[in-house]
């Protein structure tokens, strides 16, 4: 079992387990969770300790990866009791090697009817309508950075974006993909209000786009919050993003008018003092209540042509006053310095999670980038980026003719649009 959800379904399959021996129920961990769904809820022994006051339930035993094999040749169970669930879809393939090692010692996999009426997943939609709490959601990004190999993370600039990166799910090569987390950008925050990404958006209105997606959503957020302003300002964010429940906030090393990074020195584009960035890192530390809280340093020394020795500098130095993670910028296409920078991290004494932007040397998959030792991914701009286009090209359309009937082609239909909202 994964979920923490647990419902009659549940007590019907423990229920015949129980008729047929003694219980064993093998509990996923997060990580082994994540491979098919999203996390739980509830925490690894948080889930254990429901488990085991579970009549009937004599022991509960860590499954630390989707494949039985550990847990079965550990025990060599008489029977595995098991939902019918996994006869299609993704984990088809692990019931298949079940049933091989069973056969060794002519053990039995028993599948008791589906409970009608009732499954993790509508009770998981449901939980979303409910929402979630500040505690839960806030802890969430630690959990998956220790669960997942790489923290995959979509920008969102309201609810409705907000809702597409909640809900989107894709089935490939045998696993089923979500997004883990949230970006809220100061790029598209920005740009959906038709505004400059130059910090003119103030904290109030970027905090009411905040509440916006914590309204819709139940996955952890992770804020960018460009230079962080004044260190007396900077702290008092921390503060309010942690009662929010937001899990993160990257802050940028720049100084005077921040501009976009992708700007590159297109722009003026000042770095701060290193000794005056460190300080305001460590100030946020010292001020944030909880230990799930991250404040993410982020480096712009490559994107200010300021050099590797520079970036590779300042990492060292933010992660000594305290930074949790990095973040690591580049618009070079080809990747390069991102990989070299990368290929020194590694040599690093104390190392923190690196943030990876792939905007511009967007090649580079999420394994790829994953071997190169990034924790996390973040797609920066996208949904915004795609949404815009479409909308242009239906005002163009509906200018050409008259009438909305030739852009229905690009419109999702109203009846559509009804139901991708929660009631
Ligand atoms: C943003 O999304 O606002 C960022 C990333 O800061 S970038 O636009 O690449 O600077
Ligand atoms: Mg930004």
């Not at 970006?183 to 904290?203: F, I, N």
């Not at 209105?205 to 260190?231: A, C, Y």
Request: glycine share 6%.
């Amino acid at each position: 079992m994964g979920t923490d959800l647990i419902h009659h379904g549940h007590i019907n399959i423990i229920e015949k387990a129980r008729e047929l021996g003694e219980v064993t129920v093998g509990l996923l961990s997060d990580e082994a969770v994540t491979k098919y769904s999203r996390m739980p809820f509830l925490e690894y022994e948080e889930r254990k300790r429901i488990l085991e006051n579970i009549k009937g339930v004599s022991k509960v035993i860590l499954q630390e990866e989707l494949d039985y094999e550990k847990n079965l040749r550990a025990l060599r169970p008489d029977y595995v009791v098991h939902g019918t669930d996994w006869q299609v879809g993704p984990q088809k393939h692990i019931r298949d090697k079940v049933i091989r090692i069973l056969k060794e010692w002519d053990g039995q996999l028993v599948e008791p009817d589906y409970t009608d009426g009732i499954s993790s997943t509508g009770l998981r939609n449901a939980m979303r309508e409910v929402g979630t709490t500040p505690d839960i959601r806030r802890r969430m990004l630690r959990r998956l950075l220790a669960a997942k190999p790489i923290v995959r993370v979509l920008e969102a600039h309201n609810g409705i974006s907000g809702l597409i990166v909640e809900e989107t799910k894709v089935e490939a090569e045998g696993e089923l993909r979500e997004f883990d987390a949230l970006w809220v950008s100061s790029l598209t925050d920005s740009t959906a209000k038709g505004k400059p990404d130059t910090e003119y958006v103030d904290r109030t209105s970027r905090i009411q786009t905040i509440n916006d997606i914590l309204e819709v959503t139940t996955k952890p957020i992770i804020l960018d919050g460009d230079t962080g302003g004044l260190t007396e300002h900077f702290t008092m964010m921390v503060k309010n993003m942690e009662r929010l429940g937001v899990s993160a906030m990257i802050i940028e090393d720049k100084s005077g008018l921040k501009r976009n990074s992708l700007f590159g020195t297109n722009v003026k584009q000042e770095l701060e003092n290193i000794d005056v960035f460190c300080e305001k890192i460590s100030s946020g530390k010292k001020a944030q209540l909880t230990s799930d809280f991250m404040i993410i340093a982020r480096i712009e020394s490559l994107i200010a042509n300021a050099g590797m020795e520079e970036a590779l500098k300042r990492a060292k130095a933010y992660i000594e006053a305290g930074a949790d993670g990095i973040m690591i910028h580049s618009r070079h296409k080809d990747g390069s310095e991102i990989m070299e920078f990368m290929k020194e991290y590694k040599k690093f004494e104390y190392k923190v999670p690196v943030i990876s932007v792939p905007s511009s040397y967007n090649q580079f998959t999420e394994d790829e980038l994953y071997e190169a030792g990034f924790s996390v991914v973040i797609y920066a701009n996208h949904l915004l980026r795609s949404a815009f286009p479409a909308m242009k090209k239906t005002a163009e359309t509906i200018l050409e003719n008259k009438r909305s009937l030739e852009a229905d082609k690009y419109c999702m239909s109203i009846k559509e649009i009804l139901e991708i909202l929660p009631n």
